[in-house]
């Protein structure tokens, strides 16, 4: 990979078809994802999600896109993040 | 006092004003047909799923209203699906409501159960799957308040049936859901917009559908001749800048008028108005508008950028842009631009006054608008039909033409049209279709035939998939492959066969006796004009290549 990765946060409300509304989007829309993280906040109403992207052409295309769906409550772009979130997912849930 | 789901969905519909309903029932949505037979809302009983959302599409279309749907579980919303997605790429507002196995069922591979929610994610602007009666309350306002505002678009509420038969105690009801209000323009872009536009040398407005969507087209003409603008339309932009105006030049794209393309290459401002540089418009895009800036005003802002790079992105209404810009715009003398504007107007002319046959679908189309009433209602199938109609019916009104643009789904004319009879009972409808398109819902003559609506199809058989055969024969090296019918049907023994009057006509005098007899009584009809079949609809940009490329005519 040569572009630049970068993470985008998106709380969302929590239900059983949110995931799919984004994963579908990427697919459908031909855009690249290289990671997710999601999990639930406050009393389990919402969801946190991080998108790992890469800094291209696409990303005006995919935020546009992410605005617009229906359970997507905010939507912030992350330059700087930790990278080893995305790429050391198992020693930080303690699987060896 | 208790409800069930099934009468509250109904109950909601009727204080969302919805009064036609189209669909058909089965096992799954039988408690919403229950409840559906005490209600004041008049139910179509389609002949097929695509019919009844295309009912629904036709309805939408033609009043710019969100129209409603319904189709059992599985084999019923599969059908449907078509007619969704059509809705989606067209950003029409309808809502589909569909029936679902009971909740216990789901997931377990029951009789007459498909994934809705899966299946129909990518193709609406949004959907539901209701998991009790009191959601209920909150998914159907909120599936209309979706479906209506800002770039409208198709929504679907998927309800088990458990769900529709749930009873539960409701002391008021929700208001009705309602298009979102409008957000304002951001100041300094619109002024951007406008310096630009006040400093350019050769402006251009490019229109399409969103400005039918925001109601903009009076103010669009207003505008136009204050500052002498010209204007190219796309295929579902037309009829908001009537035929005959000077400054208008038609439609632009694959199919459209040679003076239209011209414009568009020597302009040094592109107004890009309510469009969304679809391909069948642009041609080659690094070769469309190349010398021009570009000012976009939209609704949806992830139009913006997304085929071609624009210099100004005004996002909000149309309706809204257009009357600030109209404050703002200062009139300019651009006489080099005038000079070319007019060399147009005769162009656009000589080539749309063609002699010949009277017979040749351009000048039937020409004739029947003659003598049709001003408020007709035109809706077409797809193929060489629909961009003969495109190129020469005289359209003067916004939500005259109905047609399948973005999905240019075959199928789309025979029951649109039903929908535009159903919401203008007083206007003629007529729906121009190919012998191969008509065959994709001929089941609706029978729905036309119940409600002896003023529905008629005028037929233009070819005996082929013409518009695939000009394909063919351009690019293919007149290689022809399926594209010849081995036998058609009689298609007057067929609209007999539903009771409905027909005449098939293959001879000129036919074009001037018989047709306008037809054409004129009130009620179903059908008319089969017979045509050669070496017809092809020119001019024609090839596919990827730019539009100054233009082949014929
Ligand atoms: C549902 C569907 N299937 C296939 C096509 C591809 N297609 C585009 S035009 C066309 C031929 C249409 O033939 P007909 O309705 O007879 O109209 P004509 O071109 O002859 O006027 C076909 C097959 C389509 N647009 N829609």
């Known amino acids: ?96 | 006092m208790k409800y069930s789901g099934a009468e509250i969905t109904i109950k909601l519909l009727e204080r969302q004003g919805i009064t036609t309903i189209a669909g058909i029932p089965g096992g799954a949505n039988l408690p919403l047909y229950h409840a559906l037979s005490g209600s004041s809302i008049n139910h179509i009983l389609s002949r097929h799923e695509q019919g009844a959302g295309f009912i629904a599409q036709g309805i939408a279309r033609s009043t710019g209203k969100t129209a409603v749907c319904f189709a059992t579980s599985g084999p019923g919303v599969v059908n449907l699906l078509t007619a969704i997605a059509d809705a989606k790429l067209d950003s029409i507002p309808v809502v589909a409501i569909t029936g679902q196995v009971a909740s216990s069922f789901i997931g377990t591979d029951a009789f007459q159960e498909i994934d809705t929610y899966g299946l129909s994610l990518p193709i609406t602007k949004h959907n539901f799957l209701v998991r009790s009666a009191e959601e209920l309350l909150t998914v159907i306002p909120e599936a209309f308040r979706i479906a209506g505002s800002g770039r409208p678009g198709p929504v679907v509420i998927d309800i088990p049936k458990d769900v529709q038969n749930e009873r539960i105690e409701i002391s008021s009801w929700p208001l009705p859901g309602m298009p979102d209000a409008i957000e304002p323009i951001d100041d300094s872009v619109i002024r951007t917009a406008a310096q630009m536009i006040n400093d350019a040398q050769r402006p251009l407005f490019y229109i399409g559908g969103g400005v039918i969507v925001s109601e903009a087209s009076s103010l669009l003409r207003e505008i136009i001749h204050e500052f002498s603008i010209p204007v190219v339309s796309t295929l579902n932009g037309l009829g908001t800048i009537a035929d005959d105006d000077p400054l208008y030049f038609g439609m632009l794209g694959m199919h459209g008028a040679r003076a239209a393309n011209e414009l568009v290459d020597s302009c040094d401002l592109l107004i890009a108005l309510g469009v969304r540089f679809d391909d069948r418009a642009t041609g080659k895009v690094s070769e469309f508008a190349p010398d021009a800036a570009i000012v976009h005003i939209d609704i949806d802002k992830s139009e913006f950028n997304k085929i071609k790079k624009n210099h100004c992105s005004v996002r909000g209404n149309v309706a809204e842009a257009l009357s600030l810009l109209k404050d703002l715009l200062v009139k300019q003398q651009r006489s080099g631009w005038d000079a070319v504007v007019k060399a147009g107007e005769s162009k656009l002319i000589a080539a749309q006054t063609k002699e010949g046959n009277v017979l040749h679908p351009s000048n039937v189309i020409r004739f029947v608008s003659s003598i049709a009433p001003g408020n007709t209602i035109i809706t077409t199938d797809v193929g060489q039909h629909q961009m003969w109609v495109a190129q020469h019916y005289p359209f003067k009104h916004p939500r005259t033409l109905l047609t399948s643009g973005g999905l240019g789904t075959m199928g789309f004319g025979l029951p649109s049209a039903i929908g535009a009879a159903l919401a203008h009972p007083d206007r003629t409808v007529i729906c121009f279709s190919g012998d191969g398109s008509i065959l994709m819902n001929i089941q609706e003559l029978a729905t036309v035939a119940d409600y002896q609506l003023n529905v008629k199809v005028l037929l233009f058989n070819n005996g082929h998939l013409g518009l695939v055969r000009q394909q063919q024969e351009l690019f293919y090296n007149k290689t022809y492959m399926a594209v010849k019918f081995i036998r058609n049907p009689e298609f007057a023994v067929i609209a007999a066969g539903f009771g409905i009057r027909s005449v098939t006509i293959s001879d000129p005098s036919g074009v001037t006796k018989a047709l306008p007899e037809l054409l004129l009584q009130n009620g179903p009809a059908l008319i089969n004009v017979i045509i050669p079949h070496e017809y092809n609809v020119l001019p024609m940009v090839p596919p990827g290549a730019a539009n100054r490329d233009t082949i014929g005519d």
């Open chain 1, 1 to 96: 990979m040569t572009s630049e990765l970068l993470t985008i946060e998106l709380n969302v409300a929590n239900h059983p078809g949110v995931m799919s509304h984004i994963t579908g989007l990427f697919s459908r829309r031909g855009f690249n994802l290289e990671g997710i993280l999601c999990g639930r906040t406050g009393d389990g109403e919402k969801s946190i999600i991080f998108l790992l992207v890469n800094d291209g052409e696409q990303l005006e295309q995919i935020v546009h896109q992410l605005e617009k769906l229906y359970d997507v409550e905010s939507l912030i772009v992350h330059k700087k993040f930790n990278p080893e979130a995305f790429t050391e997912i198992r020693s930080s849930l303690g699987i060896a």
